[in-house]
């Protein structure tokens, strides 16, 4: 036996032995028979001012847990702002860009500002006949991956549902509107 503990063929049984006990009590006999363990004394008037003012900062930093409680992830969505930008394709075009819907207050505004990025004229929009007059169509792909033609639906439709714009050629938009 060497310093209180008691070994058996080279081993500590003691210091493996399993316990019933809460995790991290740690009570052990101490001398004197005295159970020692590693929690926190109570705070008593004497205690140092300093100390319960610490205490107190280290609980409120463990109260303060960042991602508590858990929110599931379409509900983390649906508090964030919906992003406006959206990118900007043109068949032929090597190149994408990236715009933000949130500047432009209606259609008219918005094909000006693509034809000057690209280079193109889109024609007159009706409702009957689509886009008469022009080589390139622009069109929008909405949330549910329909593609369609800008100016189908209201602004605000539009600004909603949008989530890519590509400017195609007029031969390929044949099924997207009436006369087109």
């Known amino acids: 036996?060497?310093?209180?503990?008691?070994?058996?063929?080279?081993?500590?049984?003691?210091?493996?032995?399993?316990?019933?006990?809460?995790?991290?009590?740690?009570?052990?006999?101490?001398?004197?028979?005295?159970?020692?363990?590693?929690?926190?004394?109570?705070?008593?008037?004497?205690?140092?001012e300093e100390e319960s003012q610490a205490h107190k900062a280290a609980d409120?930093?463990?109260?303060?847990?960042?991602?508590?409680?858990?929110?599931?992830?379409?509900?983390?969505?649906?508090?964030?702002?919906?992003?406006?930008?959206?990118?900007v394709s043109m068949d032929g075009a090597p190149y994408l860009r990236k715009i933000d819907l949130k500047v432009y207050r209606d259609y008219?505004?918005?094909?000006?500002?693509?034809?000057?990025?690209?280079?193109?004229?889109?024609?007159?929009?009706?409702?009957?006949?689509?886009?008469?007059?022009?080589?390139?169509?622009p069109t929008y792909e909405d949330k549910d991956g329909d593609w369609m033609l800008v100016g189908d639906v209201p602004w605000d439709m539009f600004m909603s549902s949008c989530k890519r714009l590509r400017i195609m050629k007029g031969s390929e938009a044949r099924g997207l509107g009436c006369g087109v």
């Open 108 to 137: 008219p505004e918005l094909l000006k500002a693509l034809e000057a990025m690209f280079k193109f004229a889109a024609g007159v929009y009706s409702e009957r006949e689509g886009y008469k007059g022009s080589e390139y169509v």
């Open 60 to 87: 409120r930093g463990r109260a303060q847990i960042v991602g508590w409680p858990p929110i599931r992830s379409y509900r983390k969505n649906s508090l964030q702002a919906k992003n406006s930008e959206v990118k």
């Open 1 to 48: 036996m060497e310093g209180g503990v008691a070994y058996e063929n080279g081993l500590n049984f003691k210091a493996t032995e399993l316990t019933l006990g809460l995790p991290g009590s740690g009570e052990t006999e101490g001398q004197g028979g005295v159970r020692n363990n590693n929690k926190r004394p109570m705070p008593t008037p004497e205690t140092n």
